[in-house]
């Protein structure tokens, strides 16, 4: 048999055969990516979903969120009939393959079913990942999970028509901040350009992803902007803010909205590292961070429970919004 010269990269070409023979030999393969999922993790986990399907294997897809729903922004992703609500996600499934998820907790509702699961394989990018599988097929040079998703489709030797690759590119956009962040690499235009072959339209997927927001949004943005603070002392200088419940219930905005705020709050040449602490529906806050290269963020959110890349991390936080500034400015 000929080598095939991607078998020298971080995720080993016996763990890819394995894979294959795993997924192969399975008659339904459940499929799970992280709450809340951002357009990689949900566009990977569709893009497999879709594939595994025509290839006539039973599938079920899922994440594990107390209020189950996909985000606005992506719901124009095809192979939404795949998902079904966590509670209906088989409690021991033969085969799980996870995307996109660095560790259990980031899988919610589903994180006991790992447990149950014969084969568990998770595919991911974040250097933080715990290697919970029983297979993991990681590799944090990879400019998004997409790029293993389309890996392991490849492996499996299925095509990958238009919506696939619809799915695969939202993914490999999203992560890579539509090429803009350093993750970027020659492997990822070449992936785009063979997504883009098959007829994906990168015009339609930009204006779905990055161009479209309710009225409502317009004035969480400027609440948000409005309470802004700079500390420059911190970390190579810090700014932050927050958004609350009653900022969204005020005009009548969902959750899921709120993803492209820390990308405005980021912009300040006056800071390094940019915070959003965003209150969720049970109350909690969603911490989202960036960083221009001189604080890898990724170590002080796995220092409270989250995780990420260098320059993109995030963590939950169940304490106010100073005592978790406070937290996060000691580590910094």
Not at 8 to 21: I, L, Q, Y
Not at 129 to 152: M, R, S
Not at 208 to 214: A, I, K, L, T, Y
Not at 316 to 326: G, K, L, Q
């Amino acid at each position: 048999m000929t080598s095939d010269p991607r078998d020298d990269g971080p995720v080993s070409g016996r763990d890819w055969d394995r894979a294959v023979e795993i997924v192969s030999s399975a008659d339904e393969v459940a499929l799970a990516c992280h709450i809340s999922p951002d357009g990689d993790a949900l566009g990977s986990t569709l893009a497999v979903g879709l594939a595994l399907r025509a290839a006539g294997k039973r599938v079920v897809a899922s994440f594990g969120d107390r209020r189950f729903g996909v985000p606005r922004l992506l719901r124009f992703l095809p192979g939404q009939d795949l998902l079904v609500d966590p509670a209906r996600y088989p409690a021991a499934p033969e085969v799980m393959i996870t995307f996109d998820v660095p560790s259990v907790g980031r899988l919610g509702m589903l994180a006991a079913v790992t447990a149950g699961a014969r084969e568990l394989i998770v595919l991911d990018h974040h250097p933080s990942n715990t290697g919970f599988g029983t297979l993991n097929l990681v590799d944090p040079g990879a400019a998004a999970t997409a790029v293993l998703a389309e890996e392991l489709i490849h492996r499996l030797g299925l095509p990958v028509g238009q919506e696939i690759a619809t799915c695969l590119y939202v993914g490999l956009v999203t992560d890579t901040g539509s090429f803009k962040h350093s993750s970027t690499n020659p492997e990822a235009h070449a992936m785009a350009a063979r997504l883009l072959a098959t007829g994906v339209d990168p015009e339609r997927i930009a204006r779905e992803v990055w161009d479209r927001s309710p009225f409502g949004y317009l004035g969480v943005l400027g609440a948000a902007l409005g309470r802004a603070r700079l500390e420059p002392e911190v970390g190579g200088g810090l700014v932050w803010t927050s958004v609350t419940r009653a900022d969204r219930a005020e005009r009548d905005l969902s959750y899921d909205e709120l993803e492209g705020i820390i990308d405005v709050v980021r912009r300040t040449d006056a800071a390094d590292v940019a915070a959003v602490l965003k209150e969720d529906d049970d109350g909690a806050w969603q911490v989202s961070m960036r960083s221009k290269g001189g604080v890898d963020v990724s170590r002080v959110c796995a220092a409270l429970g989250g995780g990420g890349h260098a320059k993109a991390a995030g963590f939950t936080s169940h304490r106010p919004v100073e005592e978790t500034i406070a937290r996060l400015r000691a580590l910094l």
